[in-house]
């Protein structure tokens, strides 16, 4: 008896299972022509993989990673841009925002103002879109799994401090640089107060994500064409899912 009631207990308190997928999309620079740097994608290439993602799939706000839906008729799909640069103000903002395509930015704070990245009153322009969230991406870049257990707070506690202090607004989200975190900073994550966190394990996100703090990203690079793009969020390439789930 004491059985049943432990796995009924169990039965009535198990997580719901996740609703599918959603593909959250990593770019960092949008430059004017296309140059070869792996990290960069030109502004015409950047505009024809939006308009064919539309054709498939939703573009949705983070918030709606944790949201869970049977709607299956359309893929999920989050745009995040990484650094704080300041393409991201010149050409990426004026064309998702005349759209109302929702995205976020993780800032590196401790460039802020530097030459070819955002400066504090970018940010306070970016942030006043309903649909742009702000989010940290650390003060120096640094790979947190290499730092002291202070050195890691100071990162994650003092960027979000900053960047509320220029916004007015709550910093809910973070992307760790180079994807790099360990056991330590899983806990001072959660304690700073962050709700969600990036990493960049190349594969789409459940619905609502397994992990809340290792939530995976598909990076687009130089290479990727509109093709490839609608592949990789509908999870053609998507090989740590298919091994997962089988
Ligand atoms: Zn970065």
Same mark, same amino acid.
């Given at each position: 008896m004491k059985e049943l009631v432990k796995n009924?207990?169990?039965?009535?308190?198990?997580?719901?299972?996740?609703?599918?997928?959603?593909?959250? #999309?990593?770019?960092?620079?949008?430059?004017?022509? !296309?140059?070869? +740097?792996y990290y960069t994608t030109s502004f015409q290439m950047f505009i024809q993989q939006i308009l064919a993602i !539309? !054709?498939?799939?939703?573009?949705?706000?983070? +918030?709606? #990673?944790?949201? =869970?839906s049977y709607?299956? @008729?359309?893929?999920?799909?989050?745009?995040? /841009?990484? +650094?704080?640069?300041?393409?991201?103000?010149?050409?990426?903002?004026? /064309?998702?925002?005349?759209?109302?395509?929702? /995205? @976020?930015?993780?800032? !590196?704070?401790?460039? #802020?103002?530097?030459?070819?990245?955002?400066?504090?009153?970018?940010?306070?322009?970016?942030?006043?879109?309903?649909?742009?969230?702000?989010?940290?991406?650390?003060?120096? =870049?640094?790979?947190l799994s290499t730092l002291s257990e202070k050195e890691i707070w100071s990162e994650l506690s003092r960027s979000k401090e900053i960047l509320e202090s220029i916004t007015g607004t709550k910093v809910r989200y973070l992307a760790y640089p180079y994807g790099d975190f360990d056991n330590r900073v899983l806990e001072i994550v959660a304690g700073v107060g962050y709700e969600a966190a990036f990493g960049t394990l190349e594969a789409r996100s459940l619905i609502p994500p397994k992990e809340l703090y290792n939530i995976n990203r598909l990076t687009i690079t130089a290479f990727d064409t509109p093709f490839s793009v609608i592949k990789k969020v509908t999870g053609r390439y998507d090989w740590v899912s298919f091994f997962n789930n089988r």
């Amino acid at each position: 008896m004491k059985e049943l009631v432990k796995n009924l207990g169990s039965f009535v308190t198990r997580p719901k299972k996740p609703s599918g997928y959603a593909a959250v #999309l990593c770019y960092h620079d949008i430059v004017e022509n !296309q140059y070869l +740097d792996y990290y960069t994608t030109s502004f015409q290439m950047f505009i024809q993989q939006i308009l064919a993602i !539309q !054709q498939s799939s939703c573009i949705v706000k983070i +918030d709606e #990673l944790f949201i =869970h839906s049977y709607e299956k @008729t359309k893929h999920k799909i989050v745009l995040t /841009f990484d +650094d704080g640069l300041i393409s991201v103000a010149e050409r990426v903002a004026p /064309f998702l925002c005349a759209k109302n395509i929702p /995205f @976020t930015i993780f800032v !590196q704070v401790g460039t #802020l103002g530097y030459p070819g990245f955002l400066n504090p009153q970018h940010v306070i322009a970016l942030s006043s879109y309903p649909n742009v969230e702000i989010g940290s991406h650390c003060l120096t =870049h640094r790979r947190l799994s290499t730092l002291s257990e202070k050195e890691i707070w100071s990162e994650l506690s003092r960027s979000k401090e900053i960047l509320e202090s220029i916004t007015g607004t709550k910093v809910r989200y973070l992307a760790y640089p180079y994807g790099d975190f360990d056991n330590r900073v899983l806990e001072i994550v959660a304690g700073v107060g962050y709700e969600a966190a990036f990493g960049t394990l190349e594969a789409r996100s459940l619905i609502p994500p397994k992990e809340l703090y290792n939530i995976n990203r598909l990076t687009i690079t130089a290479f990727d064409t509109p093709f490839s793009v609608i592949k990789k969020v509908t999870g053609r390439y998507d090989w740590v899912s298919f091994f997962n789930n089988r």
